[in-house]
């Protein structure tokens, strides 16, 4: 192989590696937004899952760049168009996001307002399915409740009705006793 070829190749190479980078941080971004997955396989901790997915998938930026920083520039300019522009080269993509970055988003990382809306919505449902859940134990016992009061009224009306029907009887007999026959 002669050097021309070598260094064609190294072109070659370092052009798939650019645009490689760009769909591991596609993939990555989107596994992050997996909350289910997170969820099963780190039970939501979103540093210990970002720890393990740099490890294996991007040893390649490891000690440069925090993998969420790379997802977060990733998430600011998610269009393929503009890393091309600018060649795939990372440091020039975080110079754009750290030019982006308003007085706002400096205070706190999208990351961590990312894990608090996760946290916050997670604490929402889970208050909304207690209350859920006890509505509906209460409506249950309610119902149990009104159940066996609808029984023992329909008891009370069998002896009511058989009582009535028994009054009726004795009050027709003194109705035949005490009758005077009328004067035709």
Aim: hydrophobic share 35%; charged share 35%; glycine share 2%.
């Amino acid at each position: 192989m002669t050097t021309t070829q070598k260094l064609a190749e190294l072109k070659k190479l370092t052009r798939s590696a650019a645009v490689n980078l760009y769909r591991r941080l596609q993939l990555c971004a989107e596994v992050l937004s997996d909350l289910d997955w997170m969820a099963r396989t780190f039970d939501g901790d979103v540093d210990v899952a970002e720890k393990a997915l740099e490890d294996q998938y991007f040893p390649d930026i490891a000690g440069y760049l925090k993998l969420s920083t790379a997802v977060a520039i990733y998430r600011k300019f998610p269009d393929e168009v503009t890393w091309k522009q600018h060649h795939y080269v990372l440091n020039v993509m975080q110079g754009l996001y750290q030019d982006s970055l308003t007085t706002d988003d400096e205070d706190e990382d999208v990351r961590t307002r990312q894990t608090k809306s996760w946290k916050v919505e997670a604490e929402k449902e889970n208050e909304l399915r207690v209350a859920a859940e006890t509505r509906l134990k209460s409506v249950v016992d309610t119902v149990s409740e009104q159940r066996d009061e609808i029984h023992q009224l329909k008891a009370r009306i069998e002896e009511l009705t058989a009582e009535n029907n028994h009054l009726r009887g004795r009050i027709e007999e003194m109705e035949r006793r005490f009758s005077v026959p009328q004067a035709v």
